[in-house]
C-alpha cells in the first residue's frame, strides 16, 4: 500500500530523503514492499505544493535545485499552493508528516506545535529536530499514542546511526545503565585536530571550513548539541525523565595545546563525552571534554564521527560508531523511520 507523506520543511535534509525516495524506488518497492508518494510540501522559504494524487519528486528537486524556489514547479488540475505548514498537516490527505523545519531548538518551535496537529489529525511523524523530542518527549509520546499514531526521531541522535533504534531491538532485555557517547562531530574533529598539533583557533576555522562547525559555532564548542542529545537517549532509551537544565554542560572552548600534552603523556586522549547514569532508579547527566584512555573504544573514534557505548548487564559495554550528520545519512534515518511505521501498519492489516 502506498505511504503518502507530506514535508513540512524542504531542506538539506528534506531534500536528502527526497532523493533517497526517487533514486531508490523500485529497490524499496522489491526490497522492502514500500512505496512512498510525496503529495504535499510546506516550506516557509521555497513555498508550498499540495496534490492529492502525488508530486512529481524529479520535477520537485530540479525546480528547488535551479531556482531555490518551488513556485516553478508545473501548475496542474488538483494542485494547490500557498498552504502554510499547519494547513498543510491537517488538509492534506498525508498518512506520515516529514518534519524537517527550522526549529529554535531552545524552545522546539514550530516543530512541536507541528507533531501536535499532526498526531490530532491521525497522521504520523518522522523528524530529525532534536529540540522537539528532547523539551516535550513526554506530552508528544502521549499524544501520539492517545491518536494512535507512530513517532519516529532515529535522526535527533547519531543521524542515521542507530543509536536510538538499536538498544530498543537489539539490546532488548537488558538494564542499560550507563550511556557514554561523542555525540558531536565537529568537536571530535577540532580535538584530533588539536591532537595533531593544530591550535583551538586553526581547529575551528578548518572545521568551518569543511562545514562541520557554523559560523557561529557555540552549540558545537560549548557542548549545547551534546547535551539534547543526551536528553533524549535517557527518555527513550532509559526510560527515565531527565531534562536539559539537569544536564551539567561544559564544552571545549578552554582546551590548550597543554591539555593536549598533559593528556599524552597520561596515555589518553581528549574527548567530549555525554554521559548518562543510572544508580538507585536515579539518572545523573552530564557533557564535558574528558581524558579516556586509548584502550576506551571512543578514545579510537576520529574525524567527525560519533560513537557511544552503552553499558548492559547482560552483555558488557556495546559500542555503536558511525556518521552524526550528512544529508544522505540524515535522509536514510527519517526513511527507516518510514519502513518502520510502515512495516508496523501491514502488521496491524494482516
Known amino acids: 500500500m502506498t505511504?503518502?507523506?507530506?514535508?513540512?520543511?524542504?531542506?538539506?535534509?528534506?531534500?536528502?530523503?527526497?532523493?533517497?525516495?526517487?533514486?531508490?524506488?523500485?529497490?524499496?518497492?522489491?526490497?522492502?514492499?514500500?512505496?512512498?508518494?510525496?503529495?504535499?510540501?510546506?516550506?516557509?522559504?521555497?513555498?508550498?505544493?499540495?496534490?492529492?494524487?502525488?508530486?512529481?519528486?524529479?520535477?520537485?528537486?530540479?525546480?528547488?535545485?535551479?531556482?531555490?524556489?518551488?513556485?516553478?514547479?508545473?501548475?496542474?488540475?488538483?494542485?494547490?499552493?500557498?498552504?502554510?505548514?499547519?494547513?498543510?498537516?491537517?488538509?492534506?490527505?498525508?498518512?506520515?508528516?516529514?518534519?524537517?523545519?527550522?526549529?529554535?531548538?531552545?524552545?522546539?518551535?514550530?516543530a512541536i506545535d507541528h507533531c501536535r496537529a499532526a498526531f490530532q489529525s491521525g497522521k504520523n511523524v518522522v523528524m530529525t529536530n532534536k529540540g522537539p523530542v528532547a523539551l516535550a518527549y513526554q506530552e508528544l509520546s502521549s499524544l501520539a499514542n492517545k491518536h494512535n499514531v507512530s513517532w519516529g526521531f532515529e535522526g535527533t541522535v547519531m543521524s542515521g546511526t542507530p543509536a536510538l533504534r538499536m538498544p530498543k531491538l537489539a539490546l532488548a532485555g537488558n538494564d542499560i545503565t550507563e550511556i557514554r557517547g561523542i555525540l558531536n562531530g565537529t568537536t571530535n574533529f577540532m580535538l584530533m585536530r588539536m591532537d595533531e598539533g593544530e591550535s583551538y583557533e586553526s581547529a575551528l576555522k578548518e572545521a568551518q571550513k569543511l562545514g562541520y562547525a557554523e559560523a557561529d559555532p557555540t552549540s558545537d564548542v560549548e557542548g549545547l548539541d551534546a547535551r539534547y542529545k543526551i536528553v533524549i537517549l535517557t527518555q527513550h532509551v532509559m526510560g527515565m525523565p531527565l531534562s536539559v537544565e539537569d544536564v551539567e554542560c561544559t564544552g571545549i572552548s578552554k582546551m590548550t595545546?597543554?591539555?593536549?600534552?598533559?593528556?599524552?603523556?597520561?596515555?589518553?586522549?581528549?574527548?567530549?563525552?555525554?554521559?548518562a547514569k543510572k544508580e538507585n532508579g536515579v539518572v545523573s547527566a552530564k557533557v564535558a571534554a574528558e581524558k579516556v584512555p586509548l584502550d576506551?573504544?571512543?578514545?579510537?573514534v576520529s574525524g567527525a564521527l560519533n560513537a557511544i557505548t552503552y553499558e548492559t548487564d547482560l552483555?558488557?559495554?556495546v559500542t555503536l560508531s558511525g556518521a552524526g550528520a550528512g544529508k544522505t545519512e540524515t535522509g536514510f534515518s527519517l526513511l527507516i523511520d518510514l519502513l518502520t511505521i510502515a512495516k508496523a501498519r501491514e502488521a496491524v492489516r494482516s
Do not use: C
Open 257 to 275: 595545546p597543554e591539555l593536549i600534552e598533559q593528556a599524552r603523556t597520561e596515555g589518553k586522549r581528549w574527548k567530549l563525552v555525554a554521559t
Open 296 to 300: 576506551d573504544p571512543l578514545a579510537s
Open 315 to 317: 552483555l558488557g559495554p
Open 3 to 110: 505511504h503518502k507523506l507530506a514535508f513540512i520543511g524542504f531542506g538539506v535534509v528534506g531534500q536528502g530523503l527526497a532523493e533517497i525516495l526517487h533514486n531508490k524506488r523500485q529497490s524499496l518497492m522489491e526490497q522492502e514492499s514500500f512505496e512512498a508518494k510525496v503529495v504535499a510540501i510546506s516550506d516557509f522559504k521555497k513555498g508550498s505544493l499540495y496534490h492529492p494524487d502525488g508530486l512529481d519528486l524529479e520535477t520537485v528537486l530540479d525546480a528547488v535545485r535551479k531556482t531555490g524556489s518551488l513556485e516553478s514547479y508545473p501548475k496542474t488540475e488538483g494542485l494547490v499552493t500557498g498552504w502554510n505548514s499547519l494547513e498543510t498537516i491537517r488538509q492534506s490527505n498525508a498518512d506520515t508528516v516529514v518534519e524537517v523545519s527550522y526549529t529554535d531548538v531552545k524552545t522546539g518551535q514550530p
